[in-house]
């Protein structure tokens, strides 16, 4: 005799995939936790990155506008022969285009500011992979509790996949592998 496999009832199918979900609600929503973390590192890095290159911009302005006053002073110093003066000013205009030492030259200030720029640029670039990233583990989630109240197995295969897809974004956020 065979004996026929009955249907699961509707209670039987919710208790199944209520355990199920219950397990991938928590790894998704850890998953939604470091991304969020992750993201949030990086607005920081982006907007200190920028206050610093503004910062030390303003102080190669400010080299700048103090060298042109030096060099004004060299010519003047130069016309009325006073060599003495005129050697401390050619030193001071010297140290102002560039100042191993303290790295307060306008040849080193820039240098800092381009290279925080070039790092916020680079962090900036995660910003959108990560923002996707969130959103498609949110939908994960609202699929999963979807798939909780209808009893819907294919509800629930939808959410894993949403959330496969939110963490290949996620990893291209943080490794940016793909030249896009």
């Given at each position: 005799?065979?004996?026929?496999?009955?249907?699961?009832?509707?209670?039987?199918?919710?208790?199944?995939?209520?355990?199920?979900?219950?397990?991938?609600?928590t790894v998704i929503a850890a998953l939604l936790?470091?991304?969020?973390?992750?993201?949030?590192?990086?607005?920081?890095?982006?907007?200190?990155?920028?206050?610093?290159?503004?910062?030390?911009?303003?102080?190669?302005?400010?080299?700048?506008?103090?060298?042109?006053?030096?060099?004004?002073?060299?010519?003047?110093?130069?016309?009325?022969?006073?060599?003495?003066k005129a050697e401390k000013l050619r030193a001071?205009?010297?140290?102002?285009?560039?100042?191993?030492?303290?790295?307060?030259?306008?040849?080193?200030?820039?240098?800092?500011?381009?290279?925080?720029?070039?790092?916020?640029?680079?962090?900036?670039?995660?910003?959108?992979?990560?923002?996707?990233?969130?959103?498609?583990?949110?939908?994960?989630?609202?699929?999963?509790?979807?798939?909780?109240?209808a009893v819907s197995m294919p509800l629930f295969?939808?959410?894993?996949?949403?959330?496969?897809?939110?963490?290949?974004?996620?990893?291209?956020?943080?490794?940016?592998?793909?030249?896009?």
């Amino acid at each position: 005799m065979t004996e026929e496999k009955k249907p699961l009832s509707r209670s039987e199918r919710e208790a199944k995939i209520k355990d199920k979900a219950g397990y991938v609600i928590t790894v998704i929503a850890a998953l939604l936790a470091v991304n969020t973390y992750i993201s949030n590192g990086n607005s920081s890095k982006v907007l200190s990155n920028t206050i610093k290159a503004n910062d030390t911009w303003a102080f190669y302005q400010a080299k700048s506008i103090k060298q042109t006053l030096a060099e004004m002073a060299l010519d003047d110093a130069v016309e009325r022969k006073q060599i003495d003066k005129a050697e401390k000013l050619r030193a001071k205009i010297a140290r102002y285009e560039s100042e191993p030492a303290t790295g307060e030259g306008k040849k080193e200030l820039m240098a800092r500011a381009r290279a925080l720029e070039a790092e916020r640029d680079h962090v900036r670039q995660s910003g959108p992979w990560m923002t996707f990233s969130g959103m498609g583990y949110q939908l994960g989630i609202v699929l999963l509790s979807a798939s909780i109240l209808a009893v819907s197995m294919p509800l629930f295969w939808g959410s894993i996949a949403v959330s496969a897809v939110a963490a290949l974004l996620m990893s291209q956020g943080i490794w940016l592998w793909l030249p896009i």
